[in-house]
């Protein structure tokens, strides 16, 4: 993945973070003025998909998941390179299904209006599904590329 594509995600998971706490906001100061504006929260919603698939591809390319490593740890390097490059192929194989199941997801809800806003689509949240796996798929892809590279070479 370009270095360009790289910023533009973290710019816009971080966008769609302040974008949900804003409409959160100003749904509250709304109602606090005892006029309700119940879109925010749909918004907030949207937006918040959004983010948690674009900052979830961030903290894969990152290495920032969560990992038990206590059996990894354990293993001699050979062995860990083994099932580590089989937990690469397990994580793609979910992330495939994510981009097949969400883009059928996305299709089929193109018809269904936002909340019953009848100019938004709900694809425009269900599309967040197969965009971020995909996402997750190049980052994935380059992990066993440099995975590979590293490989233990026998001893001679």
Known sequence: MTGRLRRAEVWLAGAFVI?????IFTGGAARLMRTPINATIDFATCFFAWAT??????????????????VPDRLPPAARWRLDLANHAVVLAILGYGVVAGSWLAWISRTRTFQGMPEISYSW????????????????????????????????
């Open 125 to 156: 949240v269900t599309a967040a599904l197969p965009v971020g796996c995909a996402l997750m798929i190049l980052t994935t892809l380059g992990k066993i590329r440099d995975h590979w590279r590293a490989r233990p070479r026998a001893q001679t």
């Open 53 to 70: 698939f674009l900052s979830a591809d961030v903290a894969w390319r990152r290495n920032r998941l969560t990992a038990l490593r206590l």
């Open 19 to 23: 974008a949900m706490v804003a409409m």
